[in-house]
């Protein structure tokens, strides 16, 4: 499996503004995909990374609010942008290697928005 | 869409007895499916897999089962330890890019 690393692996932050989590992984991967895990609570799927073209987002996500980048097959950012206390939760990054279904998820970025 | 629910949100066991976590799901096209194992702090671990065309998959310490006749799916982990103590989420996978999670299931080891 990949070895996946986040940036920052937590902050607090004040409300109106934005924070960019980075997703490194150690070798190419297929398929990068942001995930929340709001407190006490399982993981939702945000957006699918696509490599230098926009990202696919899911019903309730949209990308003014949740903008990714993925400019190669080993680094994604995603911004949470105008932040208010509703966002604080766990912001996860997730791979998938070769043409394997298995996703590996990264130690995530904990984010406190006061 | 379809779910994926646990049938108990929380589990105290013994150290050293066997544990079983189970998990129900909904869409009976389902044909991947994965336990993960999430400690405090942390992000979600793979534990294991089995596809649909297999009932029973062992590991080191675990074993998944599934029943796709009543789209059932456990997690059974033998001689539970303090360190497996975590929140453990049951996937499946709905379309090739999109996995459905489980709301988790709370294992607590007593010494």
């Known amino acids: 499996s990949a070895v996946i690393s986040q940036k920052p692996s937590r902050d607090i932050c004040q409300r109106g503004t934005s924070l960019t989590i980075q997703c490194q992984v150690d070798s190419q991967v297929t398929m990068m995909f942001w995930y929340r895990q709001q407190p006490g609570q399982s993981l939702t799927l945000i957006a699918t990374?696509?490599?230098?073209?926009?990202?696919?987002?899911e019903s309730g996500f949209v990308i003014d609010k949740f903008p990714i980048s993925r400019p190669n097959l080993t680094f994604s950012t995603l911004t949470v942008s105008n932040m208010s206390p509703e966002d604080s939760s766990i912001y996860l990054c997730?791979?998938?290697?070769?043409?394997?279904?298995?996703?590996?998820f990264g130690p995530g970025t904990r984010l406190l928005v006061l | 869409g379809e779910s994926v629910g646990l049938h108990l949100p929380t589990l105290s066991v013994q150290e050293g007895d066997n544990s079983i976590i189970n998990c129900a799901y909904s869409?009976?096209?389902?044909?991947?499916f994965i336990w993960y194992k999430q400690e405090s702090g942390k992000g979600p671990q793979f534990i294991i897999d089995?596809?649909?065309?297999?009932d029973k998959r062992q590991g080191q310490r675990v074993t998944v089962l599934l029943n796709k006749t009543v789209k059932h799916l456990s997690l059974q982990i033998a001689a539970t330890q303090p360190g497996d103590s975590a929140v453990y989420f049951c996937a499946e996978k709905i379309t090739g890019n999109q996995f459905y999670f489980g709301t988790g299931t709370s294992l607590t080891v007593i010494p």
């Open positions: 997730s791979v998938r290697t070769g043409g394997q279904e298995t996703q590996y």
């Open positions: 089995i596809r649909s065309n297999m």
């Open positions: 990374a696509n490599q230098g073209s926009e990202a696919t987002y």
């Open positions: 869409n009976s096209a389902s044909d991947y």
